[in-house]
């Protein structure tokens, strides 16, 4: 019984890598075909390169994780190829080093499923894993100070040696385990109604303090930081991992009242932020200034219409090489896969992610314990607010961060962190998984 | 728990759902219009893939080129080259990815990507791109005269000051010569290396406003004739000023003129007072002067001129607010005596004075002035041919022929002496306006020549300079006529 299932799910993803490597090959012989002259056929190794990656974590899982959702790894293997298509046909160098990233993300995937032979024991290092998050987050914002390295007004990078890292990617993940540990452990006490307040039922004040202390530690050094895109992002899966893990609604409209207040007060405050939020609501007061970005990349996106102009065929490199939308390869990706191919790709690029959104969940559901439904939904939720706050920012649903899209943006901190992720969600799944069968 | 994870899978599939709306929104509806903006680097990126037209001088010279380039994207694009760098700089202007575009590249951008044709050319171009072949743009023909040009500029360049000289066909409106100095080289506009602002980007001739001193004398002496407040036999007397609003209008150093003299001797050596007093005749005294301000209407002042040229690089001449460069409605208060002999806030471009100057040449009708003579597709087909459009007529044929006679006493015999050609009748006006800095004139000429049948009516203005309008600007004047004038024989 046992072993059919575990064939029949490691099948199945075998047949959705399968179609992935279709879509790999289609599309660097599109960029191959569009840019005859400065691209070789060597741009095929990068695909059959990138194949063997994808089936190397495809033969771990099947050694690891027999039973981990099929739809995972190919739906992330997916988003990897057409980040990489489109950073390969922005700047072939740049590719490179995304392919080393994803060999260096695969094998912390493989790291990960080999070293924890059951990842509940994470639970255990709940603190150990809070305290060093939010360490590393001080360390960042030390070091930035000292060296001065301030990439875009924002202090998240680290540099040592020739490499740099953004150490927030590393962190979330631990916040977001010290979370789901936490939260296992007190649910109870905090949807308690011990208190009265204003004739709201909320638990007594010492269940709460330990956890506002945590994360109005981990939001006070994201100011510090100045990034405003991981401070939001931070905040939301808090409020939905205590949503979670509590069913009270009320934590969720006091956090947002919380949090609207801290909004309107940084927007009077703190200058990068209300530039980000006027950006928002008046792209056009500054075309040639701050707004040029946002407004840039709403021409590019606007430019690819229905279905695109191909992929390598868009405008979006001047002569002198330089990207008409600056930062084209990283946070507005969105913007050249949205005018490469259109709203048709763009469609299918977030039904992907909501197809990963969905596997997550469908995870934390089945899930037996309360830690790894936390954890499981807490992985996920940060996936898809990190998508819909960089992309809302881009098409102005929401005001401009300076996040990735996860898996497909150009960098290597939240490449590997997102592997490190979706093996953790893989295990979670396996367990899960198997339990529900049993 | 799994009731409220259901809720959380609602609340992020929605959000993705709104995202998917939002670029629908952009790709879909919005496209059209954002399109069109001007800021947009991508379309300019774009637009770059289309073989630009060329842009041709009168005698054949090539002002715009293309130069192929590959980009690091593989593409192969077509970056301008303008072989007479500073030479056209203002006029021709740039067409750049990065700087965007001016000048004809702008005014004349619909030809120059071959977008201006009808729906059939249209949707052949549409195919033939299609089919991976490239667009080619149609070439735009200028009336430009590069002989006349390049010795604008040189001479511009040789007094040390900041200028410009604008040149027209009196008969036709054809732009001949359209300089400024200083000068930038559009080739760096390509580059990116331009300089965001600087007074070389400035195109003086047709932006510049400088009060025209002496050179508005001849519309004065028109209107004084065709107003019958004076004719050829009319005597006049110079007490040496004219007193206006309890101040005096003097002549230039305190100089008066003894005796009786007629209005030719009072233009052929510019005398202040009786011009100031012809001022405030036509106004009838008072400040409100349609009589006065009515007829600059008609020679263009107080409104954008309507060249083939982008409207935010022109600028209209006329009244302007005291210390501003804002102009003021024709119907506003203006000083009369100190108007008719070009100073108090009365402002003009090198490019309205051309065309006072050729409005007189040409019988007093003054022509739509215009760059582009032709438009070719590739293939030579002839897309736009100009033809000569009268605007207005500012002045009766006779008085036209009056003031071309009085301004040909000032070449041969008055302050304009500097423009003399040997063998060619030159008429013209100096004009030197105080700039109101301690010192510093705004030196002016304006001429035609011939003057019977003037083939080239001309403007120069000279900046700050120390000199009057006869030594700065006159030669330069000269100059410039005697090379239109080698240039068309």
Same mark, same amino acid.
């Given at each position: 019984?046992? $072993?059919? =299932?575990?064939?029949?799910?490691?099948?199945?993803?075998?047949?959705?890598?399968?179609?992935?490597?279709?879509?790999?090959?289609?599309?660097?012989?599109?960029?191959?075909? $569009?840019?005859? =002259?400065?691209?070789?056929?060597?741009?095929?190794?990068?695909?059959?390169?990138?194949?063997?990656?994808?089936?190397? $974590?495809?033969?771990?899982?099947?050694?690891?994780?027999?039973?981990?959702?099929?739809?995972?790894?190919?739906?992330?293997?997916?988003?990897?190829?057409?980040?990489?298509?489109?950073?390969?046909?922005?700047?072939?160098?740049?590719?490179?080093?995304?392919?080393?990233?994803?060999?260096?993300?695969?094998?912390?995937?493989?790291?990960?499923?080999?070293?924890?032979?059951?990842?509940?024991?994470?639970?255990?290092?709940?603190?150990?894993?809070?305290?060093?998050?939010?360490?590393?987050?001080?360390?960042?914002?030390?070091?930035?100070?000292?060296?001065?390295?301030?990439?875009?007004?924002?202090?998240?990078?680290?540099?040592?040696?020739?490499?740099?890292? +953004?150490?927030?990617?590393?962190?979330?993940?631990?916040?977001?385990?010290?979370?789901?540990?936490?939260?296992?452990?007190?649910?109870?006490?905090?949807?308690?109604?011990?208190?009265?307040?204003?004739?709201?039922?909320?638990?007594?004040?010492?269940?709460?303090?330990?956890?506002?202390?945590?994360?109005?530690?981990?939001?006070?050094?994201?100011?510090?930081?100045?990034?405003?895109?991981?401070?939001?992002?931070?905040?939301?899966?808090?409020?939905?991992?205590?949503?979670?893990?509590?069913?009270?609604?009320?934590?969720?409209?006091?956090?947002?009242?919380?949090?609207?207040?801290?909004?309107?007060?940084?927007?009077?405050?703190?200058?990068?932020? $209300?530039?980000?939020?006027?950006?928002?609501?008046?792209?056009?007061?500054?075309?040639?200034?701050?707004?040029?970005?946002?407004?840039?990349?709403?021409?590019?996106?606007?430019?690819?219409?229905?279905?695109?102009?191909?992929?390598?065929?868009?405008?979006?490199?001047?002569?002198?090489?330089?990207?008409?939308?600056?930062?084209? +390869?990283?946070?507005?990706?969105?913007?050249?896969?949205?005018?490469?191919?259109?709203?048709?790709?763009?469609?299918?690029?977030?039904?992907?992610?909501?197809?990963?959104?969905?596997?997550?969940?469908?995870?934390?559901?089945?899930?037996?314990?309360?830690?790894?439904?936390?954890?499981?939904?807490?992985?996920?939720?940060?996936?898809?607010?990190?998508?819909?706050?960089?992309?809302?920012?881009?098409?102005?649903?929401?005001?401009?961060?300076?996040?990735?899209?996860?898996?497909?943006?150009?960098?290597?901190?939240?490449?590997?962190?997102?592997?490190?992720?979706?093996?953790?969600?893989?295990?979670?799944?396996?367990?899960?998984?198997?339990?529900?069968?049993? | 728990?799994?009731?409220?994870?259901?809720?959380?899978?609602?609340?992020?599939?929605?959000?993705?759902?709104?995202?998917?709306?939002?670029?629908?929104?952009?790709?879909?509806?919005?496209?059209?219009?954002?399109?069109?903006?001007?800021?947009?680097?991508?379309?300019?990126?774009?637009?770059?893939?289309?073989?630009?037209?060329?842009?041709? &001088?009168?005698?054949?010279?090539?002002?715009?080129?293309?130069?192929?380039?590959?980009?690091?994207?593989?593409?192969?694009?077509?970056?301008?080259?303008?072989?007479?760098?500073?030479?056209?700089?203002?006029?021709?202007?740039?067409?750049?990815?990065?700087?965007?575009?001016?000048?004809?590249?702008?005014?004349?951008?619909?030809?120059?990507?071959?977008?201006?044709?009808?729906?059939?050319?249209?949707?052949?171009?549409?195919?033939?791109?299609?089919?991976?072949?490239?667009?080619?743009?149609?070439?735009?023909?200028?009336?430009?005269?590069?002989?006349?040009?390049?010795?604008?500029?040189?001479?511009? &360049?040789?007094?040390?000051?900041?200028?410009?000289?604008?040149?027209?066909?009196?008969?036709? *409106?054809?732009?001949?010569?359209?300089?400024?100095?200083?000068?930038?080289?559009?080739?760096?506009?390509?580059?990116?290396?331009?300089?965001?602002?600087?007074?070389?980007?400035?195109?003086?001739?047709?932006?510049?406003?400088?009060?025209?001193?002496?050179?508005?004398?001849?519309?004065?002496?028109?209107?004084?004739?065709?107003?019958?407040?004076?004719?050829?036999?009319?005597?006049?007397?110079?007490?040496?000023?004219?007193?206006?609003?309890?101040?005096?209008?003097? /002549?230039?150093?305190?100089?008066?003129?003894?005796?009786?003299?007629?209005?030719?001797?009072?233009?052929?050596?510019?005398? /202040?007072?009786?011009?100031?007093?012809?001022?405030?005749?036509?106004?009838?005294?008072?400040?409100?002067?349609?009589?006065?301000?009515?007829?600059?209407?008609?020679?263009?002042?107080?409104?954008?001129?309507?060249?083939?040229?982008?409207?935010?690089?022109?600028?209209?001449?006329?009244?302007?607010?005291?210390?501003?460069?804002?102009?003021?409605?024709?119907?506003?208060?203006?000083?009369?005596?100190?108007?008719?002999?070009?100073?108090?806030?009365?402002?003009?471009?090198?490019?309205?004075? &051309?065309?006072?100057?050729?409005?007189?040449?040409?019988?007093?009708?003054?022509?739509?002035?215009?760059?582009?003579?032709?438009?070719?597709?590739?293939?030579?087909?002839?897309?736009?041919?100009?033809?000569?459009?009268?605007?207005?007529?500012?002045?009766?044929?006779?008085?036209?022929?009056?003031?071309? *006679?009085?301004?040909?006493?000032?070449?041969?015999?008055?302050?304009?002496?500097?423009?003399?050609?040997?063998?060619?009748?030159?008429?013209?006006?100096?004009?030197?306006?105080?700039?109101?800095?301690?010192?510093?004139?705004?030196?002016?000429?304006?001429?035609?020549?011939?003057?019977?049948?003037?083939?080239?009516?001309?403007?120069?203005?000279?900046?700050?300079?120390?000199?009057?309008?006869?030594?700065?600007?006159?030669?330069?004047?000269?100059?410039?006529?005697?090379?239109?004038?080698?240039?068309?024989?």
């Amino acid at each position: 019984m046992s $072993a059919v =299932g575990l064939r029949s799910s490691r099948n199945r993803e075998l047949g959705l890598l399968l179609l992935v490597a279709a879509v790999v090959a289609v599309g660097f012989t599109s960029v191959l075909v $569009a840019r005859s =002259g400065v691209v070789s056929t060597l741009s095929l190794t990068y695909a059959a390169a990138f194949l063997g990656l994808l089936g190397i $974590a495809h033969m771990a899982l099947r050694i690891a994780l027999p039973d981990a959702d099929p739809v995972l790894l190919p739906a992330a293997g997916l988003l990897v190829a057409v980040g990489i298509v489109e950073i390969y046909r922005l700047d072939p160098t740049r590719a490179r080093d995304q392919a080393i990233w994803l060999a260096i993300g695969v094998g912390c995937f493989i790291v990960v499923l080999a070293a924890l032979d059951d990842y509940r024991v994470l639970e255990r290092y709940r603190y150990l894993l809070g305290v060093a998050s939010l360490a590393t987050l001080a360390a960042t914002i030390i070091s930035s100070y000292a060296t001065g390295t301030v990439v875009n007004g924002a202090r998240v990078w680290i540099r040592v040696g020739g490499l740099s890292f +953004q150490p927030g990617e590393f962190a979330k993940l631990g916040l977001v385990l010290f979370m789901a540990a936490y939260l296992r452990e007190k649910r109870e006490l905090l949807a308690s109604r011990e208190r009265r307040v204003l004739g709201l039922g909320l638990p007594q004040f010492k269940h709460l303090s330990p956890l506002a202390l945590m994360v109005g530690g981990a939001l006070a050094l994201l100011v510090l930081m100045n990034d405003f895109g991981t401070s939001l992002l931070f905040f939301g899966v808090f409020l939905a991992m205590l949503y979670l893990a509590t069913s009270r609604l009320i934590y969720v409209v006091g956090g947002l009242a919380v949090f609207a207040l801290g909004a309107y007060l940084s927007y009077r405050l703190v200058p990068h932020v $209300a530039e980000r939020i006027d950006i928002w609501l008046h792209p056009w007061q500054d075309v040639y200034g701050s707004g040029y970005q946002s407004v840039q990349a709403l021409y590019a996106i606007a430019d690819g219409g229905a279905f695109g102009t191909g992929l390598g065929r868009g405008y979006l490199l001047t002569t002198g090489g330089q990207p008409v939308v600056p930062a084209i +390869q990283t946070d507005f990706i969105y913007a050249a896969i949205a005018n490469e191919t259109g709203l048709a790709g763009v469609a299918a690029l977030l039904l992907v992610y909501l197809l990963i959104v969905q596997r997550g969940l469908k995870t934390a559901s089945l899930a037996g314990d309360g830690f790894s439904k936390l954890l499981a939904a807490g992985l996920t939720i940060a996936l898809g607010l990190q998508v819909f706050l960089i992309v809302g920012g881009i098409v102005r649903a929401a005001p401009l961060t300076g996040i990735t899209l996860p898996f497909v943006s150009y960098g290597g901190s939240s490449l590997v962190a997102n592997w490190v992720a979706l093996a953790l969600l893989c295990a979670i799944s396996d367990r899960a998984r198997r339990e529900a069968r049993a | 728990m799994n009731r409220a994870i259901g809720r959380v899978y609602a609340v992020l599939a929605s959000g993705l759902v709104l995202l998917l709306g939002f670029t629908a929104y952009w790709q879909l509806w919005a496209e059209p219009s954002l399109a069109a903006r001007r800021d947009n680097a991508h379309q300019v990126v774009q637009q770059l893939s289309i073989r630009r037209g060329l842009i041709i &001088a009168a005698d054949g010279t090539k002002l715009a080129i293309n130069h192929a380039v590959t980009t690091a994207d593989g593409r192969h694009v077509y970056e301008r080259r303008y072989p007479t760098n500073k030479m056209f700089a203002h006029v021709v202007g740039y067409s750049s990815a990065t700087d965007g575009r001016a000048g004809v590249e702008r005014s004349a951008n619909d030809y120059l990507i071959g977008a201006h044709t009808d729906l059939g050319d249209a949707l052949a171009n549409q195919l033939h791109s299609l089919a991976g072949g490239e667009i080619h743009g149609d070439d735009v023909q200028l009336s430009l005269v590069p002989a006349a040009q390049r010795k604008a500029m040189s001479d511009l &360049a040789a007094t040390g000051k900041a200028g410009a000289v604008f040149a027209v066909e009196p008969s036709t *409106g054809r732009v001949l010569v359209s300089a400024s100095w200083p000068s930038f080289n559009p080739n760096r506009a390509v580059q990116g290396s331009l300089p965001r602002r600087g007074s070389a980007l400035v195109n003086r001739a047709t932006q510049g406003l400088y009060p025209p001193g002496s050179s508005i004398k001849p519309v004065i002496a028109a209107l004084a004739l065709e107003s019958g407040r004076a004719d050829a036999n009319t005597q006049f007397t110079d007490p040496g000023y004219f007193e206006e609003y309890g101040r005096k209008i003097t /002549n230039d150093n305190g100089e008066r003129f003894s005796g009786r003299f007629d209005l030719t001797f009072a233009l052929t050596h510019s005398i /202040n007072s009786v011009f100031a007093r012809l001022g405030s005749e036509i106004c009838g005294g008072r400040a409100r002067c349609p009589a006065l301000t009515g007829a600059l209407q008609k020679l263009g002042f107080f409104s954008i001129p309507p060249l083939d040229y982008p409207t935010d690089q022109l600028a209209a001449s006329g009244t302007v607010r005291s210390g501003t460069n804002k102009l003021l409605s024709p119907n506003a208060p203006i000083d009369p005596a100190r108007t008719a002999i070009g100073q108090a806030n009365l402002v003009a471009t090198p490019m309205q004075m &051309a065309m006072v100057a050729a409005a007189i040449g040409n019988g007093g009708v003054v022509m739509r002035p215009t760059l582009v003579d032709s438009v070719r597709s590739p293939s030579g087909a002839l897309r736009y041919g100009r033809h000569s459009e009268p605007l207005n007529r500012a002045f009766s044929e006779q008085t036209a022929a009056a003031v071309t *006679g009085m301004m040909e006493h000032v070449v041969d015999e008055g302050t304009g002496r500097a423009a003399q050609i040997p063998g060619v009748q030159i008429a013209g006006k100096t004009g030197t306006a105080q700039t109101g800095r301690n010192g510093q004139l705004d030196a002016w000429f304006i001429a035609f020549a011939p003057a019977q049948n003037p083939q080239v009516a001309v403007a120069v203005v000279v900046e700050r300079t120390n000199q009057y309008g006869g030594q700065a600007a006159a030669p330069i004047a000269r100059d410039v006529m005697q090379a239109v004038l080698n240039a068309a024989s």
